[in-house]
């Protein structure tokens, strides 16, 4: 996959995220909103071949799930579901490519599955459970094709960057406190 791609996909969805961050919502109203606004189902519009077309699909799919899993905070997560539930629907590949989950993450769905309905936010309950029925999630055992060209590639095997402005505030202060400083902080009592 071309690298200029990667790049300016991960800036898209963190322009898209952030600003549905702002409304403070969680509600797919207020995302469908900054998504029309941003007018971001044209992302999938361009000259491209079927190949490249599924290239891309795949690139963006994989870029926005990026963005579905700890420790980025609730919001952003429901947000990347939204994004996720959007860039599948409005994709141009026929069959539509799959978002691909490791089964590692599994547990990790089901959790947010179970954290949103106790939140009784039931337009992201909907959405995650549609997408379920409608079997738009291909279980792998990794995240993203591999091939033997990915190897050679630093680039591929490069990991995604954590942009910290998304990051749960609970997982920013287990970054500073380490145990060093919790036993300087125990026993100092």
Known sequence: MNVCYTDTLKTDCEDLLTRFQVTDSVRYEDFSAVWREMKFSTIFHGKMGDVEKRNFSREALSTACHYFFPPYSFQIRVGALYLLYGLYNTQLCQPKEAIRLALKDWEEVEAFQQDVINA?????????????????????????????????????????????????????????????????????Q
């Open 120 to 188: 009784q936010h039931f337009d992201a309950a909907y959405i995650l459970r549609k997408m379920f029925l409608t079997k738009v999630f291909h279980f792998t055992a990794m995240p993203h094709l591999v091939s033997i060209f990915s190897f050679y590639d630093k680039t591929e095997n490069a990991r995604q960057e954590i942009c910290e402005e998304f990051r749960d505030r609970t997982a920013k202060v287990n970054t500073l406190i380490t145990t060093d400083a919790l036993e300087v902080i125990v026993f100092q």
